[in-house]
């Protein structure tokens, strides 16, 4: 089974400042998809980031972006110019590529950006 | 579009009780999903289904029952509610093909059922 690891319940940044939130994963399989996702108050999941397996190259979106390091199973995400909108807890997730469609989720990291 | 929605969106039930979350999206998708958040653990799945008439257990699914007798309706029952099952409960859906992409989960805006 599939397990997602994220080390740092809760990190702050200040505004305009750049922070890498960590995670990390256990899995046999060799091809498989990558997500970071972001759930601020309003409880609403919202996709920040994907991430292929079969990709060499990072993902990248706007502020967002990612170091996927296939052998060491890590898949940090990296905000940039953090803005106050950033604040809300970050989960990173698994999918498994021809599987059923499940994720299997960490137990996230709230993330604060300060004024 | 109305994408996928949940209702109720808060729930008070008492021990023993049978509580009905309702799950429903308009895009047709295939694939349908219950996760539910507990603080310290993320989303963890109960059930998914990946077509009509077609259910699966997720990793937490004792006290849980899903039925899908149509591809946009995705109901979950809790047939006799515990103090544990206070949680928030998360609808997902995601397609197999077509212009989404392929791996993600559309969420509904989640459930939070209180089980005194």
């Known amino acids: 089974a599939q397990t997602v690891t994220q080390s740092q319940p809760e990190m702050s940044v200040q505004e305009a400042e750049t922070v890498t939130l960590s995670c990390t994963y256990d899995t046999?399989?060799?091809?498989?998809?990558?997500?970071?996702?972001?759930?601020?108050?309003?409880?609403?999941?919202?996709l920040v980031i994907r991430q292929e397996a079969y990709k060499q190259q990072n993902a990248t979106e706007n502020r967002f972006s990612v170091n996927f390091q296939k052998a060491a199973k890590s898949f940090s995400l990296k905000i940039s110019d953090s803005q106050l909108g950033d604040t809300a807890m970050y989960f990173c997730a698994f999918m498994k590529h021809g599987g059923n469609n499940d994720m299997r989720f960490g137990a996230g990291t709230r993330l604060t950006v300060k004024p | 579009d109305a994408g996928i929605t949940q209702s109720p969106r808060y729930k008070i039930t008492e021990t023993g009780r049978q509580v009905t979350l309702?799950?429903?999206?308009?895009?047709?998708?295939?694939?349908?999903?219950?996760?539910?958040?507990?603080?310290?653990?993320?989303?963890?799945l109960i059930y998914y289904s990946a077509a009509a008439d077609i259910t699966d257990k997720g990793e937490v699914s004792d006290g849980y029952v899903v039925s899908r007798s149509k591809t946009e309706n995705f109901p979950l029952t809790?047939?006799?509610?515990?103090?544990?099952?206070t949680s928030v409960y998360f609808c997902a859906s995601s397609a197999t093909s077509g212009r989404a992409k392929s791996g993600e989960l559309f969420f509904g805006e989640g459930s939070r059922l209180t089980v005194l």
């Open chain 2, 78 to 85: 809790l047939e006799s509610a515990t103090r544990s099952q």
């Open chain 1, 28 to 46: 046999s399989e060799n091809n498989y998809y990558l997500f970071w996702y972001k759930q601020p108050p309003s409880r609403q999941m919202i």
């Open chain 2, 22 to 44: 309702m799950c429903h999206q308009t895009w047709s998708h295939s694939y349908m999903f219950w996760y539910r958040q507990d603080l310290g653990h993320g989303l963890r």
